[in-house]
């Protein structure tokens, strides 16, 4: 008779194979989705090399069917492993759970509901309205099968009275899980400024929400980071971090910023580690910090000018060919004769002689030539 464990690999397999049989490339949106993560692998990870994006992005595709199934899967949270400073499970004082999007991240909570603790989730409004039900679905089958009595609550990120919320729940003694890394919705919007906080995030900074730090100090409470991830054996581990306990009399700005930056230095091992298991990948680019533009091309001699594929992809899109700006995340709607000429640049005579010299110099402006 087959284990628990075994039964469970045996459903991700399946799961395997089904992904297998998909032909992802034809899939609509698949191209411009795969090279915005592929532009974002290069800007925070450069070291892993274009060649290898692919894969990875396939991976997270499948890793996002694994995370679905563990929602759905009452016994996946009684097969997680459990490492680092995780006594502070035990306790029942509150804490703010400070987690990523990196593995099956919805476990902690189905793992802390577990273990007795009130929770209270905070999660941006659409992703409560995708993943909202199932979670309070999940939480109600561990409560009836367990017979437990602890408070789930969970809290949209958009709403006015959010924070305030938070607040009084803290103070009632239920803990806070909440995602660091954000989500396409929480993204930077004109106008807030004030509420982010720029920390230092791979080869880049990026702007991170600083309401985590502020509720901390505000209520005295210590901020737990955790990090989930899957081995290669497909063991969902759950690994805690000594708190973070705010220094009430301190500067509040100051700890906002000190708090979110070992935050992300906490997560940084892990995603070196199992890149193709983080969602962020996805939408990080709406938190990179503007970088001044590099005119790094302009001392070069363009008598024979190539394509700065380095910067640049081509892509063929239903409506019309796309020049997709890596660095600066724009897109371009160009003709066919423009894409076919980029693409076959070794064997044209002079540029500037077909497309004219306003377009030449644009594009050399753009960097589109080097």
Known sequence: MLTTRQL????????????????LQRERGYLMKFTTFSANIENLMP????????????????????????????????????????????GNKPNIYCTYHLGSYRLLTSVLFRQGVDCVLLVGSNMNQVQGDGMIEHIEGLRQKHGLTNVFRVVETGSPSAGLTILRELKAGRSLI???????????????????????????????RKGVGYLSHAAGIPIVPVV???????????????????????????????????????FWPYLVKYPEQWEGWNYIH???????????????SLRRPIFNEQRYTLCDLEQAPILFDRRLYQTYEITEDLRDLLLNLNSVDS????????????????????
């Open 178 to 208: 909440v995602y660091v890394d954000g989500s396409p919705e929480t993204a930077p919007e004109p106008g807030e400024e004030q509420q982010f906080l720029s920390v230092r995030f791979g080869k880049r900074r990026v702007l991170t």
């Open 286 to 300: 709406s938190f990179l910090e503007p970088e001044l533009s590099r005119n790094d091309f302009f001392s070069h």
């Open 228 to 266: 989930s991830y899957r081995q290669p054996d497909l063991t969902n581990v759950l690994h805690f971090f000594k708190p973070i306990r705010p220094i009430i009399q301190s500067d509040r700005d100051m700890y906002c910023r000190e708090v979110m930056q070992q935050l992300y230095d906490a």
């Open 8 to 23: 469970y690999r045996q459903e991700l397999a399946r799961c395997r194979q089904h992904f297998d049989r998909v032909d």
């Open 47 to 90: 070291s892993i090399p274009r060649q290898q994006h692919e894969s990875l992005f396939q991976e997270l595709l499948l890793q996002q069917i694994f995370t679905k199934f563990d929602q759905q899967c009452l016994t996946a949270g009684d097969l997680v492993k459990l490492r680092g400073e995780y006594s502070a499970l035990k």
């Open 351 to 370: 540029v500037e002689d077909i497309v004219g010299k306003e377009i030449f110099s644009e594009l050399v402006e753009m960097e589109v030539l080097h």
